[in-house]
């Protein structure tokens, strides 16, 4: 059974960077052909998606986040991590990983979530 | 990218099916089989429910269907039960290499 943990600070101060790592067993990230999100919820709202990686190290962002964006990945742990700087109160929401599904565009697996809160 | 539109809320009656909408662009909905829908009860993570727009994974009632026509994708609930009361949630790939998810439906059942 594939599982993702996240893990992180849950408070973050205004203009600093939110950095939070997915450990994943179960699945291997370098497994041929996988690709892996994050996504996030402002409380009481709904999903966006943030970004993926591509076992070959390859990342898409979406257009609004990718200035501020970057996701980067440890092997030897089997885990990825998330970076978001210059955050404001915005940013504030339960941040999740998951897995991409085999054929890619959808998710099949997801964390459980961890909310993060940016306020000084 | 901006997200696809769904009705706010939806309800129904035990028994019953509802329908949800989700509707985008040719840029996403319209110009891909890459639409999939997730269901979130309060407090938990999402949950997989449908792939490339009507495929239901291992586990996941066949009460749950789903399509799509041009520009707008449908989900539909047979049979309501109460534990489907929950929020539901589109999402599809987009010409911009990325993925954009719908505003989100909540589920009533009365």
């Known amino acids: 059974q594939v599982h993702l943990q996240e893990s992180g600070p849950g408070l973050v101060k205004p203009s600093e960077t939110l950095s939070l790592t997915c450990v994943v067993s179960g699945d291997s990230i370098s497994r041929g052909g996988s690709w892996w999100s994050w996504a996030r919820q402002p409380p009481g709202k709904g999903l966006e998606w943030i970004g993926e990686f591509h076992h070959s190290g390859r990342t898409n962002y979406k257009t609004s986040l990718k200035s501020r964006v970057s996701i980067s990945v440890d092997k030897s742990k089997n885990q990825f991590s998330l970076d978001l700087n210059s955050v404001t109160a915005a940013d504030t929401a339960v941040y999740y990983c998951?897995?991409?599904?085999?054929?890619?565009?959808?998710?099949?697996?997801w964390g459980q979530g961890t909310l993060v809160t940016v306020s000084s | 990218q901006s997200a696809l539109t769904q009705p706010a809320s939806v309800s129904g009656s035990p028994g019953q099916s509802i329908t949800i909408s989700c509707t985008g662009t040719?840029?996403?909905?319209?110009?891909?089989?890459?639409v999939s829908w997730y269901q979130q009860h309060p407090g938990k993570a999402p949950k997989l429910m449908i792939y490339d727009v009507s495929n239901r994974p291992l586990g996941v009632s066949d009460r749950f269907s789903a399509s799509k026509s041009g520009n707008t994708a449908s989900l539909t609930i047979s049979g309501l039960q109460a534990e489907d009361e929950a929020d539901y949630y589109c999402?599809?790939?987009?010409?911009?290499?990325?993925?954009?998810f719908g505003t989100g439906t909540k589920v009533t059942v009365l």
């Open positions: 998951a897995r991409n599904g085999d054929s890619a565009w959808y998710f099949d697996y």
């Open positions: 040719s840029s996403d909905v319209g110009g891909y089989n890459y």
């Open positions: 999402n599809s790939y987009t010409n911009s290499i990325s993925y954009v």
